[in-house]
């Protein structure tokens, strides 16, 4: 069974710019995480989907960050402009349900760095 | 204050000592998870447990849910242990500890 793809894996831009990340998760996963991960902490959760509805982005700085999951399948998480603070690893992952019995399974992450 | 506090924060262990880390949260949960980092960001996840114990390999996880702890053990670790380990727990939202740094020194 094929894991949670992402791309790219890293990134590196200049504060100001724009940038969008993907995510691919497993095949039927109706529910699908995205986390930032800064360096020496552990994941915070951003964004929260259940097929292509938002269930959860209370952590998500709306004024720079969407995402979006249009068909319930494939995620772009999008950042802009960047900061400096963005500087971080983003993980990807999935779940077959919401459920507290769901096992999440990790895609590889982004490591974005901001300049 | 965070919701999860795991220790100890850095960890070096001999190859086969038996190894401990320890998880305590303050929230109410369903479900506790134990997920392994390697360098380079990619997570597994090891265990999802909600009460009692479970074991994998050389891996036992337990949780105490009275007193809100649960804890990671490695028997006879190995250098491939060498990892970051979280602790998550699942209760109206996800809430991760900052992780253990393990190495394991042959």
Redesign the interface.
């Known amino acids: 069974e094929a894991g949670v793809a992402q791309s790219p894996r890293y990134k590196i831009i200049e504060k100001r710019q724009s940038v969008a990340f993907w995510c691919n998760p497993i095949s039927g996963h109706a529910t699908l ?1 995205w986390y930032q ?1 800064i360096l ?6 951003l964004i929260q989907f259940q097929n292509n509805g938002v269930v ?1 982005d ?1 952590q998500l700085p709306k004024d720079r960050f969407s995402a979006e999951r249009l068909k319930g399948v494939d995620s772009t998480l999008k950042i802009q402009p960047a900061k400096l603070e963005d500087s971080a ?1 983003y ?1 990807c ?1 999935s779940s077959l349900g919401r459920g ?2 769901n ?4 895609g ?2 982004t ?1 974005l760095t901001v300049l | 204050k965070n919701e999860v506090e795991q220790s100890p924060q850095n960890l070096t262990a001999q190859e086969g000592e038996f190894i401990t880390i320890n998880c305590s949260y303050s929230v109410g949960i369903s479900a506790l998870h134990w997920l392994q980092q390697h360098p380079g960001g990619g997570i597994v996840s090891l265990f999802m447990l909600s009460s009692g114990k479970k074991k994998h390999g050389r891996l036992i996880a337990t949780i105490n849910i009275q007193e809100k702890h649960s804890s990671l053990h490695i028997t006879a670790s190995h250098p491939r242990d060498s990892a970051v380990y979280i602790c998550a727990a699942h209760g109206n939202q996800f809430y991760f500890g900052t992780g253990t740094s393990l190495t394991v020194i042959p």
């Open positions: 995480y991960q020496g902490q552990g994941p915070k959760l959860d209370s690893v993980l992952a507290t019995h096992e999440q399974f990790f590889p992450g490591r």
